[in-house]
């Protein structure tokens, strides 16, 4: 009996298919030529200038100077993304601020807003009414930069999946449909971007997103990162794929038990290791009025600081410890406020995990306990996400950043 087979792509599927495969080597080499095109993709020169020549036409490439390969022949013209066009909207919506961010197709910010408050204070809506605000004044000043937004991305905390954040304890939230809110929200302000697609994911997803594609890892494909902020979030990146889990709701780690006699947690538990490791803990501990008044105690060698830190960095490595011995990744990332604080977390943190780790590789001076990089964050990542989708289907979101159709 004959198995059913894929339907073959036409004429036109075909092509739009190579688009995205030479403006995704483009991209990925940042600056090459139709040759150097051609020789990684295993097309002829005629086709890849083809589809060079329509990718140009459509604001997606720009050519810029000659390059010299040192043989016989003409210099190749330079290709390179272009910094105008379709761009990702990132918006991240944390306990105490909210950023905005747009990024072009190279994927440099262009444009950034961040405006810190309590989220706490307000409604579900509310919050994302002024993220909306937020993003639409990001949109304005990108519009005089010659980028249109190709789609939002939303990065939230606590368990995010369908759109909807099912629960973040830290908000109060449960059940919130943050997409559709956030969409009705911004279409009211700017009524250009009715239909604008929205996606959203949490936001230390989002982060190790950030980290992978624009981070210093590397040749690290397989890491868990850990964004310290009023909780603590994480996210379990596999070979260069996120890891979510049955249900998109992985990497809860800062409602992993460390004590179960601690502290009562918002989640409703005992003991959750953001009552020791996330910022609001940590400072109460310490005494401190904000992450720099910390580190500036901890660096004057204030008892109290020292103390609380020194806990919190034990808290942090039992509960990597057992992570890490389910996992076994390549590197542990923190963000979030933990660069600010690692010469004080990583002591004891190191310490741990070099005694509760079975393969015995995370050892104090093994280099796998990392700092996340400045550039990296999740309203970055979650910019990056929209600009996946065009560099995918290049055809499709270039007719829409310019508002007209081709076929």
């Not at 250009?192 to 996606?199: D, E, K, Q, S, Y």
Request: hydrophobic share 45%; net charge neutral; aromatic share 2%.
């Amino acid at each position: 009996m004959n198995q059913p087979t894929e339907p073959k792509a036409d004429k036109s599927g075909v092509r739009r298919h190579n688009l995205s495969l030479v403006l995704r080597t483009v991209h990925e080499a940042g600056e090459t030529t139709r040759a150097a095109v051609a020789a990684r993709v295993g097309l002829t020169r005629p086709a890849v200038s083809s589809l060079v020549e329509q990718l140009l036409d459509l604001g997606l490439l720009v050519e810029s100077g000659k390059t010299f390969s040192g043989q016989a022949g003409r210099p190749g013209t330079v290709l390179k993304p272009a910094d105008t066009g379709p761009a990702g909207l990132g918006v991240e919506i944390n306990v105490d601020y909210v950023t905005a961010c747009v990024a072009d197709l190279t994927g440099t910010d262009r444009v950034r807003r961040t405006e810190r408050l309590d989220n706490r204070a307000s409604g579900a809506g509310e919050v994302l009414a002024r993220a909306a605000r937020i993003a639409a004044g990001a949109l304005d000043e990108a519009a005089g930069l010659g980028l249109a937004p190709a789609g939002a991305g939303l990065a939230l905390p606590g368990l995010v999946s369908g759109g909807t954040v099912r629960q973040a304890p830290n908000l109060g939230w449960n059940d919130v449909p943050a997409e559709r809110l956030f969409a009705e929200a911004l279409t009211a302000l700017r009524p250009a971007t009715a239909g604008l697609p929205v996606a959203s994911d949490n936001e230390a997803n989002s982060a190790a997103l950030a980290e992978l594609w624009f981070g210093s890892l590397g040749e690290v494909r397989t890491f868990l990162h850990l964004t310290g902020e009023i909780g603590v979030g994480g996210a379990i990146v596999v070979h260069g794929e996120l890891l979510r889990g049955a249900h998109g709701f992985s990497g809860e780690i800062g409602h992993v038990v460390v004590d179960a006699e601690g502290p009562r947690c918002r989640c409703g538990a005992r003991g959750c290791l953001e009552q020791y490791a996330g910022q609001a803990a940590l400072l109460a501990s310490a005494g401190a009025a904000g992450v720099p008044d910390l580190a500036r105690r901890a660096g004057a060698r204030e008892p109290r600081a020292l103390a609380a830190l020194a806990e919190a960095g034990r808290m942090l490595g039992r509960a990597l410890s057992g992570a890490v011995n389910l996992l076994d990744p390549e590197a542990v990332v923190l963000g979030g406020i933990y660069p600010h604080l690692m010469p004080w977390l990583t002591p004891a943190l190191t310490e741990e995990l070099a005694d509760r780790v079975v393969s015995g590789l995370w050892t104090p001076d093994a280099g796998r306990l990392r700092p996340a990089s400045a550039a990296t964050d999740a309203a970055r990542g979650a910019a990056a996400l929209v600009l996946r989708d065009v560099l995918a289907d290049p055809l499709t979101h270039a007719v829409a950043a310019a508002g007209g159709r081709r076929d």
